[in-house]
């Protein structure tokens, strides 16, 4: 992907994103209006909440992951957590998340662009877990049944011709482009029972 190609799928992320994310709020307001006028809590509501706010949560990754992302700009590691912590609370996938600070947006994205591309590989359920040490982020998966696609991860460490992907892999294509602009080289290692990323 070039240049002018890359910064076109970036604004057209961030443009859907910002679009969709007014009506997504405007869903949650409604909600907690509801609540306040005095209808009971009830299943149905319950779920209707939860709903609204994975849809709200999900968007912001994606802004976050496919969007622009600028260096004079920077995200609180609270903020993506909150981010994270709201898609992984139920479901097979459990999150731990130990980041702190502040990072630069762009790291921020290669961070969700990881979680996304180690995300594929435990689609049975097991444990995402990001962390950072003297400035090197690490993001891990474990779980019973590993699914590893080997053309997709063998493409991160180096400049090839990206491979054909489906539109749930499309993180592939993107974060090499994005660790080679930060300057930062991915290193993956997998086993039976677990994936490791750094960069």
Not at 53 to 72: E, H, Q, V, Y
Not at 89 to 111: H, N
Not at 181 to 187: I, N, Y
């Amino acid at each position: 992907m070039n240049n002018h190609s890359q910064t076109l799928a970036a604004l057209i992320g961030s443009r859907i994103c910002h679009d969709l994310i007014s009506p997504m709020g405007a869903v949650t307001n409604g909600l907690e209006l509801l609540e306040l006028s005095g209808m009971g809590a009830s299943p149905e509501m319950a779920l209707i909440s939860e709903s609204a706010a994975d849809a709200n949560a999900r968007i912001r990754l994606f802004r976050l992951a496919f969007g622009t992302a600028s260096n004079g700009q920077s995200v609180r590691s609270e903020d993506l957590g909150d981010i994270l912590g709201t898609i992984y609370r139920t479901g097979r996938i459990a999150l731990d998340y130990g980041l702190t600070g502040t990072v630069t947006q762009p790291l921020a994205q290669a961070v969700a662009l990881s979680l996304l591309c180690a995300e594929q590989t435990i689609p049975f359920g097991g444990t995402l877990t990001v962390t950072q040490q003297e400035g090197q982020f690490e993001v891990t998966a474990k779980g019973g049944r590993l699914q590893i696609n080997d053309l997709l991860w063998n493409s991160l460490g180096v400049m090839a011709p990206a491979p054909e992907v489906t539109p749930a892999q499309v993180q592939f294509l993107l974060l090499p482009e994005r660790l080679a602009a930060l300057g930062r080289t991915p290193e993956v290692e997998h086993g039976e029972t677990g994936l490791r990323l750094r960069f």
